[in-house]
């Protein structure tokens, strides 16, 4: 959804995309607007021939078990001052002091905004508010 929306605003936008499963892979590539799909685990290094101006994880977070080691391959995907934008649940952000997680990227990222806990999926009657997120932009320095 996060990547329709963008092709929507910003119309000559190179998207690619990632994902483990291969029917997401098939639903995505029925959207045609992505330029690559990557079927991959995200914690795993993906081959990529031009680096990009941001990376988004919107929604995936909760799956990553790996924070610090997706932290160093998205600075590896990403070129200077490029931005990597993700969404993360607050309870998971406790449970994994995700606080400290960045602060130990210092020197490779500033933290350029980190928001207040928001509902996530506000209007799915299964989360309405009891599973709060959190939307943060890190700049890669």
Not at 59 to 82: A, E, Q, V
Not at 107 to 126: A, D, E, G, H, Q
Request: net charge positive; with cysteine.
């Amino acid at each position: 959804m996060f990547a329709e929306e963008l092709k929507k605003k910003y119309n000559n936008i190179i998207i690619d995309g990632c994902d483990i499963f291969s029917q997401s892979i098939k639903i995505a590539k029925k959207k045609n607007i992505y330029r690559n799909l990557f079927k991959n685990s995200f914690e795993k290094k993906i081959k990529i021939f031009k680096k990009y101006d941001s990376v988004s994880m919107i929604g995936s977070m909760t799956y990553c078990n790996k924070p610090k080691t997706l932290l160093s391959l998205i600075l590896s995907y990403l070129k200077k001052n490029g931005v990597f934008i993700f969404t993360h649940r607050i309870d998971l952000w406790k449970k994994q002091n995700f606080d400290s997680i960045i602060d130990s990227f210092h020197k490779s990222y500033t933290l350029n905004y980190k928001s207040r806990p928001l509902n996530y999926l506000p209007k799915n009657i299964s989360f309405s508010n009891k599973v709060k997120i959190r939307i943060v932009i890190l700049k890669k320095n």
